[in-house]
Protein backbone atom coordinates (compact mmCIF):
# COMPACT_ATOMS: atom_id res chain seq x y z
CA UNK A 1 0.00 0.00 0.00
CA UNK A 2 2.10 2.64 -1.40
CA UNK A 3 0.78 6.63 -1.14
CA UNK A 4 0.42 6.61 -5.06
CA UNK A 5 -1.93 3.54 -4.94
CA UNK A 6 -3.79 6.09 -1.83
CA UNK A 7 -3.75 8.93 -3.96
CA UNK A 8 -5.29 6.77 -6.65
CA UNK A 9 -7.82 5.34 -4.98
CA UNK A 10 -9.12 9.43 -2.99
CA UNK A 11 -9.15 11.27 -6.72
CA UNK A 12 -11.21 8.30 -8.47
CA UNK A 13 -13.45 8.41 -5.65
CA UNK A 14 -13.80 12.12 -5.77
CA UNK A 15 -14.15 12.01 -9.64
CA UNK A 16 -17.36 9.62 -9.64
CA UNK A 17 -19.07 12.36 -7.51
CA UNK A 18 -17.95 15.06 -9.56
CA UNK A 19 -15.47 17.21 -7.54
CA UNK A 20 -13.82 20.29 -8.78
CA UNK A 21 -9.78 21.55 -9.45
CA UNK A 22 -8.46 18.34 -7.64
CA UNK A 23 -4.71 19.21 -6.80
CA UNK A 24 -2.16 16.58 -5.10
CA UNK A 25 0.31 17.91 -3.14
CA UNK A 26 3.50 16.02 -1.86
CA UNK A 27 4.55 17.43 1.47
CA UNK A 28 6.69 14.53 3.17
CA UNK A 29 9.56 17.12 2.85
CA UNK A 30 7.97 20.16 4.67
CA UNK A 31 5.55 18.63 6.87
CA UNK A 32 5.37 15.92 9.75
CA UNK A 33 1.90 15.79 9.66
CA UNK A 34 1.70 13.56 6.12
CA UNK A 35 3.20 13.26 2.96
CA UNK A 36 0.38 14.67 0.60
CA UNK A 37 -2.31 16.72 0.64
CA UNK A 38 -4.85 16.00 -1.98
CA UNK A 39 -7.42 19.22 -2.10
CA UNK A 40 -10.76 19.74 -3.77
CA UNK A 41 -14.14 21.62 -4.16
CA UNK A 42 -17.57 21.16 -4.78
CA UNK A 43 -20.43 23.94 -5.28
CA UNK A 44 -22.53 23.05 -2.40
CA UNK A 45 -22.71 21.30 1.08
CA UNK A 46 -24.51 19.01 -0.02
CA UNK A 47 -22.04 17.63 -3.08
CA UNK A 48 -18.97 18.66 -0.74
CA UNK A 49 -20.41 15.86 1.82
CA UNK A 50 -21.59 13.49 -0.98
CA UNK A 51 -17.57 13.46 -2.12
CA UNK A 52 -16.46 12.86 1.55
CA UNK A 53 -19.14 9.67 1.90
CA UNK A 54 -17.49 8.79 -1.57
CA UNK A 55 -13.70 8.75 -0.50
CA UNK A 56 -14.64 7.23 3.30
CA UNK A 57 -16.38 4.56 1.71
CA UNK A 58 -13.88 3.98 -1.62
CA UNK A 59 -10.75 3.99 0.60
CA UNK A 60 -12.02 2.20 3.78
CA UNK A 61 -13.07 -0.79 0.64
CA UNK A 62 -9.52 -0.96 -0.27
CA UNK A 63 -8.03 -1.14 3.28
CA UNK A 64 -7.22 2.43 4.45
CA UNK A 65 -9.12 3.72 7.61
CA UNK A 66 -10.05 7.36 8.36
CA UNK A 67 -8.38 8.40 11.51
CA UNK A 68 -10.01 11.37 12.08
CA UNK A 69 -12.61 14.32 10.24
CA UNK A 70 -13.17 17.53 10.74
CA UNK A 71 -16.10 20.00 9.91
CA UNK A 72 -18.54 17.56 8.35
CA UNK A 73 -21.25 18.75 10.34
CA UNK A 74 -20.82 21.65 8.73
CA UNK A 75 -20.03 20.55 5.01
CA UNK A 76 -17.81 23.49 4.28
CA UNK A 77 -14.49 22.16 4.90
CA UNK A 78 -14.12 18.73 5.44
CA UNK A 79 -10.91 17.48 6.14
CA UNK A 80 -10.02 13.82 6.17
CA UNK A 81 -6.88 12.31 7.94
CA UNK A 82 -6.02 8.94 6.33
CA UNK A 83 -2.27 8.92 7.65
CA UNK A 84 0.06 9.35 4.89
CA UNK A 85 -2.89 11.17 3.21
CA UNK A 86 -5.46 13.75 4.46
CA UNK A 87 -7.61 14.88 2.04
CA UNK A 88 -9.41 18.82 2.01
CA UNK A 89 -12.92 18.75 0.32
CA UNK A 90 -14.37 22.42 0.86
CA UNK A 91 -16.80 24.28 -0.37
CA UNK A 92 -15.87 26.54 -3.62
CA UNK A 93 -15.74 30.11 -1.78
CA UNK A 94 -14.07 28.91 1.06
CA UNK A 95 -11.28 27.29 -0.56
CA UNK A 96 -10.55 30.43 -2.31
CA UNK A 97 -10.68 32.28 1.50
CA UNK A 98 -7.96 29.92 2.80
CA UNK A 99 -5.65 28.99 -0.57
CA UNK A 100 -4.06 26.22 0.85
CA UNK A 101 -2.38 24.90 -2.02
CA UNK A 102 -0.78 28.26 -2.75
CA UNK A 103 0.67 27.74 0.95
CA UNK A 104 1.96 24.15 0.48
CA UNK A 105 2.31 24.49 -2.82
CA UNK A 106 4.92 26.83 -2.80
CA UNK A 107 6.50 24.51 -0.07
CA UNK A 108 5.93 20.97 -1.42
CA UNK A 109 5.71 19.73 -5.33
CA UNK A 110 2.59 18.74 -7.41
CA UNK A 111 1.99 15.30 -8.07
CA UNK A 112 0.10 14.18 -11.80
CA UNK A 113 -2.90 12.86 -10.82
CA UNK A 114 -4.69 13.53 -14.47
CA UNK A 115 -4.32 9.55 -15.54
CA UNK A 116 -6.94 8.97 -12.68
CA UNK A 117 -9.23 11.74 -13.59
CA UNK A 118 -12.36 10.90 -16.38
CA UNK A 119 -12.00 13.28 -19.11
CA UNK A 120 -15.42 14.41 -20.51
CA UNK A 121 -16.54 15.36 -23.45
CA UNK A 122 -19.06 18.43 -23.79
Given at each position: ???????????????????????????????????????????T???????????????????????????????????????????????????????L????????????I?????????
Open positions: MTLENMLEVAVKAADTKRAEDLVAIDIHEVSLVADAFLILDAPNRQVLAIVDEIEDKMAEAGYPLFKHEGRNEGEWVLMNFGDLIVHVFKKEIRSFYGEKLWGAQGQDIDEQWLVKEDF
